[in-house]
């Protein structure tokens, strides 16, 4: 099992950045395949973007394409969203996830993927 802690939201600007931190208990970190999802009020969950065992494979949502980017250390156990140029339409709680695979470049874009799930981190982009 593993423990999933997010961190780095906030109150930003139109324009503005943040990064976005997940930390994960498991020292087995690096089997897992990982994602950010986020939610709305009044919405569904939604793919934001996510990553391969080994960072070498990304994928992202449309509408974050190019202006968010997703790491990972797996030295460090830790997951990373950059949100560059940030919209209002990106206001939402951003949650990070995690499940464990032998396939090294796999990612997952569907919420029903994945076991494992932290608490969430508030981001509210201001105009």
């Known amino acids: 099992q593993v423990q999933l802690v997010e961190s780095g939201g906030g109150l930003v600007q139109v324009g503005g950045s943040l990064r976005l931190s997940c930390a994960a208990s498991a020292r087995t970190f690096s089997r897992y395949f990982v994602g950010w999802f986020r939610q709305a009020p009044g919405k569904e969950r939604e793919f934001v973007a996510a990553v391969s065992l080994s960072g070498t494979r990304t994928s992202y949502a449309d509408s974050v394409k190019g202006r968010f980017t997703i790491s990972r250390d797996n030295a460090k156990n830790t997951l990373y969203l950059q949100m560059n140029s940030l919209k209002p339409d990106d206001t939402a709680l951003y949650y990070c996830?995690?499940?464990?695979?032998?396939?090294?470049?796999?990612?997952?874009?569907?919420?029903?993927?994945?076991?494992?799930w932290g608490q969430g981190t508030q981001v509210t982009v201001s105009s």
């Open positions: 996830a995690a499940d464990p695979t032998y396939d090294v470049y796999y990612v997952g874009r569907e919420s029903s993927e994945y076991d494992y």
